[in-house]
């Protein structure tokens, strides 16, 4: 989908068309969740602290979060989906693999009318990539942004990737590029004259997996029942925290929060376990987890506390709380296995 969020936000409101706008918490600590077109020719882009972004756009339009609305739009467009093909990956609200290799038509044909479908009966433009794997069909979708879509044949796979700069390929980001650019490598195609061993003896299995991936290679297979691995809440203070005590009373209510998520959503699974991030007002953060099967006030706070120990009493500026769960075919397997020997 095209700023999902914001655009949703446009519809319901069509006096904020053509203006730059994003979707972010009630104060100037909080970060946007997404911005329009409008605002991103203004260098406002997704995770931006709010501050930074009214320092790039000071008439930057700032509406609150509403995942309820967002929720309930994300499950219509699933339902088009559905029109078209089980095979549905989800990725976030907003964001999918469909496999349709299936199915008799053309997939841009597909394309084209999954995308009118959702304008029809959302208002929402969404855009589209068509390839025969899941990495060149990413990259593919943002090339005709917004409203758009590109198809990538098994045929133009090869010259589709050697002309992509390297920071294209899923997993390289600014540090890996880093440490790409001393070796002159800018694109797929340089980092293609690199051979596996070479790979492997700089950057261990992650280097295996590049030489792949910047080929156009991915044997990924859509998977429908992708399982969520954990569930979290986060809180950016209007004001730095400077002592640990100040931190509980937060503490306290997002476990609250998390406690009424999984009840209400997540009740069928196991807590594998529990998790506290922090990150500090010079944006360093820190991540304190303990394997835990239940949802414990007290272990939460002994994880604060190592994690406040971390930053050497830095000032913080986000705090998050969250579990990670059991894999449920690995669970299912550990109950199987526990059970007590039957004697005749």
């Known amino acids: 989908m095209d700023c999902f969020y914001a ?13 730059p706008l994003a979707v972010a918490g009630s104060d100037r600590r909080s970060v946007l969740t997404t911005a329009n077109y409008v605002a991103r020719k203004y260098g406002c882009r997704s995770a931006m602290p709010v501050f930074k972004a009214l320092e790039l756009c000071p008439h930057l ?3 609150p979060v509403r995942f309820e609305l967002y929720r309930a739009v994300s499950s ?11 095979l549905i990956e989800p990725l976030s609200l907003d964001e999918a693999y469909l496999d349709v290799s299936h199915l008799q ?22 855009s589209a990539g068509i390839s025969t794997n899941k990495l060149v ?17 098994a045929e133009e796979i090869p ?38 061993l070479e790979l492997s003896r700089r950057f261990g299995k992650w280097g295996l997996e590049l030489w792949h991936l910047c080929r156009g290679i991915d044997a990924r297979a859509v998977t429908p029942d992708r399982t969520r691995k954990s569930v979290s809440s986060e809180m ?28 209400k959503s997540h009740a069928d699974r196991a807590i594998r376990s529990l998790v506290v991030k922090m990150k500090f007002a010079d944006f360093h953060r820190t991540t304190a ?41 690995t669970a299912a397997q550990m109950e199987f296995f526990s059970q007590p020997e039957e004697r005749g």
């Open 7 to 19: 655009a949703i936000e446009e519809r319901e409101n069509p006096a904020l068309r053509g203006q």
């Open 76 to 86: 219509r467009i699933r339902a088009i989906f559905g029109r078209f093909t089980e």
């Open 236 to 263: 950016t203070f209007a004001e730095n925290i400077q002592v640990l005590p100040a931190l509980i009373p937060p503490l306290r209510g997002m476990i609250e929060g998390l406690a009424e998520d999984l009840a």
């Open 105 to 126: 038509s053309d997939g841009s044909a597909i394309a084209r009318e999954i995308r009118a479908q959702i304008f029809e009966e959302t208002g929402l433009t969404a």
């Open 61 to 63: 339009i700032l509406v």
């Open 159 to 196: 010259a589709f990737m050697a002309a992509l700069p390297v920071g294209r390929i899923w997993g390289v980001g600014e540090k890996m590029r880093e440490k790409l650019s001393p070796l002159g490598i800018e694109t797929c195609a340089d980092l293609q004259r690199l051979d596996q």
């Open 289 to 329: 987890e303990r394997a835990w099967h239940t949802l414990d006030p007290v272990i939460f706070e002994e994880l604060l506390t190592d994690a406040w120990r971390r930053g050497e009493h830095r000032a913080v500026r986000l705090l998050g709380v969250g579990v990670r769960f059991e894999d449920p075919k």
């Open 137 to 153: 069909a990413k990259i593919a979708s943002d090339w005709h942004k917004p409203n758009g879509q590109k198809q990538v044949t």
